[in-house]
């Protein structure tokens, strides 16, 4: 069912767009002019995690349709009484549920989420971040730091990529096109998925398709464990409680997902006592993260300020704006809109 189904005004709803930093204003405010009759209003901010004024606000009690960064929309969205339809610019949000919980609301409009933008970067980001591990990048890296010349130090694995195998603990979107790009190194692919796949719907490059009730087979068999899972019920806290104490191979976790799939005591357990070897970690529970993270100065964890998506990408924006024009037309058209995300799911 389109959003817009009820709505008594479909021919120009008020739109709030609320691009997340200067770099996306001026492209933002260009595309949503060209929108036949569409009725904007653009919120100028310097990134996701500002405050604005009441004054700068304005009424948001007439806003219709919001279109922009899922972390501003949290803060504001108790006040928008009569939206209707929301287009995130994000992948995730569970920040938007959370709150919505806490204020003790239901959700009053759809919201969409963004499925376009964030494969390519952060998979680009997932192999990165293997080869570094898998070839004592950062070992090497200190090692020059010291000005130390060694070959022979154990962490500088020099094993071809090619058969490595990788547990990818989700397979939206993201994890699939990870699949995809770690196939082409040759590894074996590990994928898990919250329901069965039917035959003609599994990817050629996924070796293995496993459940969650699975993950600790998958995680037994795993030289690298990747995390591209949302923030719901059934994923907090899964590899939290000595879950990675299965692992067999002493894995690298990398985690691109949600922060609380575990928590930063499981992951520093994990490492002192040799259940895992490294962990890069790209989102955490506070973010930015507070400088008395003892994550920050552990040894073999690799902190990273939630940059997987890399929104400077150039067609970041090009794609997100011609996803929300997409769903635009077929808001004020009465048809089925892309990429709707259930409340009770999460994604």
């Known amino acids: 069912m389109s959003a817009s189904q009820n709505s008594d005004t479909v021919t120009s709803p008020l739109i709030l767009a609320v691009p997340p930093g200067e770099s996306y204003y001026s492209y ?62 994000a992948a995730g949000s569970d920040a938007l549920w959370k709150v919505l919980k806490n204020k003790q609301l239901k959700p009053w409009f759809t919201f969409t989420r963004n499925a376009v933008s964030f494969p390519q970067p952060v998979a680009e980001y997932v192999i990165g971040q293997i080869i570094a591990v898998r070839r004592g990048f950062y070992v090497l890296r200190d090692q020059q730091i010291q000005a130390v010349w060694n070959k022979t130090d154990t962490l500088i ?10 547990s990818i603990l989700g397979l939206g979107a993201i994890g699939t096109e990870v699949a995809r790009l770690c196939k082409v190194f040759g590894m ?3 994928g898990v998925t919250r329901t069965l796949v039917p035959q003609d719907k599994k990817k050629t490059f996924v070796d293995h398709y496993r459940l ?30 000595r879950r990675f104490s299965v692992c067999r191979k002493k894995p690298a976790f990398v985690n691109v997902g949600r922060s609380d799939v575990t928590d930063e005591d ?63 037309k077929r808001y004020i058209n009465h048809e089925p809109l892309l990429h709707v995300v259930d409340p009770q799911k999460g994604y």
């Not at 700068?56 to 949290?74: A, H, N, P």
């Not at 600790?216 to 939290?240: M, W, Y």
């Not at 259940?275 to 400088?291: G, R, T």
């Open 157 to 166: 694995c020099n094993q071809p990529l090619v058969g490595t195998v990788v």
């Open 28 to 89: 933002v405010s260009q595309q949503l002019e060209k929108i036949p009759g569409a009725n904007v209003r653009l919120l100028r901010i310097k990134s996701m995690y500002d405050d604005p004024s009441d004054e700068e606000l304005g009424d948001l009690s007439q806003v219709e349709v919001y279109f922009g960064s899922v972390m501003f929309f949290s803060k504001i969205v108790h006040r928008c009484v009569n939206l209707r339809w929301a287009q995130s610019m």
């Open 188 to 190: 074996e692919v590990w």
């Open 266 to 328: 499981s992951i520093l357990e994990a490492l002192r006592k040799g259940w895992i070897s490294w962990a890069v970690l790209d989102v955490f529970d506070e973010e930015p993260l507070p400088a008395s993270s003892p994550l920050w100065h552990e040894p073999h964890i690799v902190v990273t300020p939630h940059m997987s998506p890399a929104i400077t990408y150039r067609d970041h924006p090009v794609k997100m704006c011609d996803l929300f024009k997409d769903n635009y």
């Open 212 to 241: 969650m009730k699975d993950i600790d087979e998958v995680l037994e068999n795993a030289d690298f464990i990747v995390g591209v899972l949302p923030s719901t019920d059934e994923t907090r806290g899964i590899l939290s409680d």
